[in-house]
């Protein structure tokens, strides 16, 4: 159990015993001690055990990610001495070992397996070693509030002879290139401060008057000048949304550690720095003839990178500061429900793409053209009629992390609708010319930052966006929160002289964001397929679920002709609702005859467009939200 300060820390005043001192420092030893076969040798000195036996244990999921992850799988050896004598070591549960009473200081040593290139892992390999403190540091029950030492040893193997650290914990002093000692107030803050160690780019920039570092592994040429300076006005924006123009953010300094592959795209929030994983392509060229201010254009990938940093960083307030209270404190034993991810992940969702706006990176024009990508997706979401968010929300444990056939028809993504909802919020109390979800933040902030407040209750959010309107928002929360109604978003824009248009799709490509750039499909098979034909998702009331169709059926042929890729694809814009297709599919071997009635072709696909000649409200309420 890890119980929070108010500077973020953890206390726990009952778990510690009375002849163990919370004073006495816990030191860790971490050494990457094979490239080849990813391991890393983790030592936990304790230096008055429990005369009782000393209990460790690893987490079992990570803040942020809300799946039980099981880190202690990956321990491949685990032993205790006492001044150089072997202690033995019953293993209780799953994550528990029990160190037998001992005369004198213990020392813990685990082997642990690390090949996880997920922003959530442990990595090791010959070109860069990465973790997170909860995959590989155990914690000693009955010290968590006490502080801790933790040294980074380079590793002996010649390919790493040039590698060096980036991570945000306090000390490194002692060697060369960032190896050596660091030192944390407790179990809590040490695991807060991912450690990249390898070869990669460095650069910085200051926003709030504070330094922040970007360091980039697996891409060479890289136009960080232009980085810097994009993300530069994303986080100053974001500061003085919670603090106001010339303030200073809750941290002393903060870091981007960006790893680039061939594909890959996700990031984990810290309370200084963002672990971020981005496809090479989604990261500016490096052009060492250009300006930053007369860059080109921003592109699609790039647009990416920047909106997934700016989420990241937006939870150095939203989930790392403001959380729910039952995250205060964190049990990472075991799940930690509550009702209000939405508000932490939605929310936040909302604001990564907004401050791109916000901050002049990109126009009116293009940010409507991502909001309308969100609202395609959301329409060809079939779950958005099953689950609520709240009930997303407390389900991330079992569903969000774990999709599977039927989760397009079961299920929502409270990152998703989160964020349209929090759209529909913001754009609610901005027409009503009151208060707005900026204000409603910034309260959260003063009302909630520090977690010596217990956190945020299940009905706080609420609670402050009702005080700030001054009005009950019972309907809007009961349809759009606990319920599953259709957000009013053509209406919504509507006031804001943004018009709201929907068609049907183009073809599998078409993704939304603008108008048809060609023929839209005319009828709808009802189910997604892969390359190889294999039935990807059946949705609910379509016609392939009505004929008999499962996923994991393989087509062959529709009406006697071979089927492939795209005679499935021209099917919607050659055919017409109504029609009757003969399918034949392999189902576990077997071949099964099907026909499917096609129907008319879903109006999912969305775009936004700014009225011509809105009114002088609709302009003052859009130039209020966008900044533009």
């Known amino acids: 159990m890890i119980r929070e300060t108010s500077a973020g820390g953890s206390r726990d005043p009952d778990a510690h015993p009375a002849t163990n001192p919370p004073s006495d420092p816990i030191h860790y030893r971490v050494e990457p001690i094979d490239l080849r076969a990813h391991r890393f040798e983790v030592r936990c000195t304790i230096a008055r055990p429990d005369p009782a036996g000393q209990r460790l244990r690893l ?252 989420h990241e960083y937006f939870h150095a307030w939203n989930v790392k500061r403001i959380k729910p209270s039952a995250f205060v404190p964190y049990d990472l034993a075991r799940e930690a429900y509550t009702r209000q991810l939405w508000i932490f992940e939605g929310v936040t969702s909302y604001y990564d793409d907004l401050a791109l706006v916000r901050c002049g990176l990109i126009d009116a024009s293009r940010y409507l053209g991502v909001v309308a990508k969100s609202i395609t997706t959301l329409l060809r979401t079939p779950g958005r009629d099953v689950q609520s968010l709240a009930e ?91 319920g599953t109604a259709e957000l009013p978003l053509a209406a919504l824009f509507g006031a804001f002289g943004i018009e709201l248009h929907v068609r049907s799709s183009t073809g599998v490509a078409d993704k939304g964001g603008s108008a048809a750039s060609g023929p839209s499909a005319r009828c709808w098979f009802g189910a997604s397929a892969d390359r190889d034909l294999a039935l990807r998702h059946v949705f609910s009331g379509g016609p392939a679920e009505r004929a008999g169709l499962a996923p994991g059926d393989v087509l062959v042929a529709l009406d006697g002709v071979r089927a492939t890729p795209e005679l499935l694809a021209a099917l919607a814009m050659r055919r017409s609702p109504g029609e009757r297709i003969e399918v034949l599919a392999f189902r576990d071997e077997m071949l099964q005859a099907q026909v499917v009635e096609l129907a008319a072709a879903p109006l999912d696909t969305a775009w936004l467009t700014l009225r011509e000649a809105p009114s002088p409200r609709e302009l003052a309420l859009r130039r209020a939200w966008l900044g533009a």
């Not at 079992?60 to 050896?77: K, M, N, Q, T």
């Not at 989760?407 to 909802?421: D, F, M, Q």
């Open 392 to 482: 997303a929300s407390f389900d991330a444990w079992i569903k969000h992390y774990r999709p599977d056939v039927d989760t397009p028809n079961a299920a929502v993504s409270y990152y998703l609708k989160g964020s349209l909802v929090a759209l529909a919020l913001d754009l609610t109390l901005r027409a009503a010319g009151r208060t707005s979800l900026d204000d409603v933040m910034r309260a959260l902030w003063q009302r909630y930052g520090d977690p010596a407040t217990g956190g945020v209750p299940e009905d706080g959010f609420r609670t402050v966006v009702e005080e700030l309107a001054g009005h009950s928002l019972a309907s809007f929360f009961a349809g759009h929160v606990e």
């Open 59 to 310: 987490p079992a999921w990570i803040p942020g990610s809300y799946l039980i992850r099981e880190f202690a799988r990956h321990v491949v050896a685990f032993r205790a001495e006492c001044n150089g004598t072997a202690v033995p070591i019953i293993k209780e549960t799953k994550d528990v070992w029990r160190v037998a009473a001992a005369p004198g200081p213990v020392t813990v040593t685990a082997e642990v397996f690390a090949f996880d290139a997920s922003v959530r892992g442990a990595y090791l390999d010959a070109a860069r070693g990465f973790f997170n403190g909860a995959c590989l540091l155990p914690w000693a029950e009955g010290f968590e509030t006490a502080p801790c030492t933790l040294d980074i040893v380079p590793p002996r193997d010649p390919l790493a002879a040039e590698w060096r650290v980036a991570t945000t914990l306090a000390g490194g002093a002692g060697t060369a290139r960032g190896f050596g000692r660091y030192r944390a107030a407790n179990y809590d803050e040490l695991i807060d401060h991912p450690v990249e160690m390898g070869r990669f780019e460095l650069a910085g920039f200051e926003a709030g008057g504070v330094p922040h570092a970007i360091a980039i592994s697996g891409a060479a040429r890289v136009g960080t000048g232009r980085l810097a300076a994009d993300l530069a006005r994303v986080c100053r924006w974001q500061i003085e949304l919670f603090h106001g123009a010339g303030a200073r953010p809750p941290f002393e300094r903060y870091l981007f550690l960006v790893h680039a592959t061939d594909r890959g795209h996700g990031g984990l929030e810290h309370r200084n720095s963002a672990s971020l994983v981005c496809s090479r392509a989604e990261l500016p060229a490096a052009d060492p003839a250009a300006d930053p201010g007369a860059a080109p254009p921003i592109d699609d990938g790039y647009l990416r990178f920047l909106g997934l940093a700016s």
